[in-house]
């Protein structure tokens, strides 16, 4: 797989030093020139951040740290922020805090900083999480609804040796169709409030827990998202 697809449609963060430069341009340049200076500093960083992403992936999947560590000894001061935003993007914080925690020392301390801080957010992130899907799956259960849990809420109990290291957007739970309403209403029963609904899914979250209010990050404050899906795919699909 190409570097670049590590990096998801629009999520491309400017190094503010470019930026600064680029503004400094953009005054004493015309319109055509300026075009072409932004193409040129986008180009810079999405490379940049592809190098990264790369070499931070590969790290997660080989689990091998020293070669990891060669690399980025290279690495200039700015892509080291960018290495934070890249495994807060990716939610790789916390694998990647217990992979270099025993080479802490060779890693800038604002790298380690910010992913142990990362981790212990997300650890009360999914506690939190946790107790919430919990919840609705009880209550749905007791109004006699058969729910299966999706995607990352099974994933992190099951297929890591902690919770806390696969970061969770929202939690999954799939009901059959003609119980989707009473499934619905159980739901609502625990607290919970229907933020968004449409042919995929209903949405749902705590009063208080709407908004995404830190960015680049696994905070438990940012919004924890139960989603209740009545099937897995919305249409029909094929695989000739």
Known sequence: MPASQFIPPGEVAFDVANLREALAIRRVV??????????????????????????????????????????SRAWPNADWPRACRIAAMQGISQLLFEQLSPQAQACPPEFMNFLREQTELNKKRIALQTREALAAISEIQRRGISVLALKGLVFAHTLYREPHLRPMADTDLLVRPDQFNKATEAVLHTGLVMVKRNEKHRVFARPGNLAFAHLWSDHPANRRSLELHDRLLIRPFYVW
């Open 30 to 71: 015309r319109a055509p020139v300026w075009e072409r200076v932004k193409v040129e500093i986008l180009s810079v960083e999405i490379n940049a951040l592809a190098r990264i992403s790369a070499a931070l992936c590969q790290l997660t999947i080989s689990g091998n740290v020293h070669a990891f560590l060669n690399e």
